[in-house]
């Protein structure tokens, strides 16, 4: 085993490198549509993904977001969305091949059909269970309400790249059901029937090793940071190292 720590824009960043690679991703693209929401790490995903077709150029990241967690000096509104969301560019629609500028979810979610994707990130994972979710702060449920409809009413496929920064313990169903309460407040908490897609899974992506979390945190910007343990032969772990390196100087997510 050789142990790696990687940052939370680092994590991020494998996430995105593994999907814009990833051989169902790249049959989507070429022939049916990938949706990907905003958010912070499905920015980095779509950064990639139109770094692939040519089009990154037109992408900013930085207000590709739709609900974040920000530190308490700085204001949201109660849905815990940015204050000023007048440049948002809304999410990355590509059909075949052609980034539908400038489309929501909201705009296309009733022509997505079997076989298509959708990418929409989570506030909470149970890696031990591979169980996602997501915090809701709109009334009428969001996004993912939204998303489920066609999701299970027609088959798309639904992948959930999440951090392992992300992780929780426990059943996030029991979670939920107490979080959702009527006599409780703040956020709801959605548990989400896709696929998850961590860190770990990147790795085996990326280089064909298997790794796992041995230990997470730390300080000076390490803040959020994990320790993944990779066990492979001496060519995956060379890639890996090599991976990781290539992530390094990744900075830290800026507003």
Not at 22 to 38: F, G, Q
Not at 80 to 95: H, K, M, Q, T, Y
Not at 181 to 193: E, F, K, T
Request: proline share 5%; with cysteine.
């Amino acid at each position: 085993m050789k142990q790696f720590c990687l940052t939370v824009s680092a994590g991020k960043r494998l996430i995105a490198r593994a999907l814009s690679t990833h051989p169902d991703i790249k049959v989507i693209l070429e022939s049916r549509t990938l949706v990907i929401l905003a958010g912070t790490t499905n920015g980095y995903i779509a950064e990639e993904i139109l770094n692939t077709l040519g089009m990154g150029g037109a992408f900013n990241r930085r207000k590709f977001v739709r609900g974040v967690t920000l530190p308490p000096k700085l204001p949201t509104t109660e849905t815990g969305r940015l204050p000023d969301e007048s440049e948002f560019p809304g999410d990355v629609v590509i059909s075949k091949g052609t980034w539908m500028k400038g489309k929501t979810i909201f705009d296309v979610v009733d022509t997505l059909e079997s076989g298509d994707v959708i990418l929409k990130g989570a506030n909470a994972l149970d890696a031990e269970r591979r169980q996602a979710a997501i915090l809701i702060g709109h009334p009428r449920g969001g996004t993912i309400a939204s998303i489920l409809q066609v999701v299970l009413g027609k088959r798309v496929r639904l992948i959930l790249p999440v951090g392992l920064e992300k992780r929780i313990p426990g059943d996030l169903n029991a979670i939920a059901n107490r979080v959702n309460a009527p006599d409780s407040q703040g956020l709801r908490l959605w548990p989400a029937p896709g696929e998850v897609f961590t860190e770990i899974d990147a790795i085996q992506t990326l280089t064909g090793a298997s790794a796992e979390l041995v230990a997470a945190g730390g300080v000076g910007g390490a803040e959020g940071c994990i320790w993944l343990g990779v066990e492979g032969t001496r060519e995956q772990l060379q890639a890996t190292s090599e991976l990781i390196q290539s992530l390094a100087k990744e900075p830290p997510f800026e507003i």
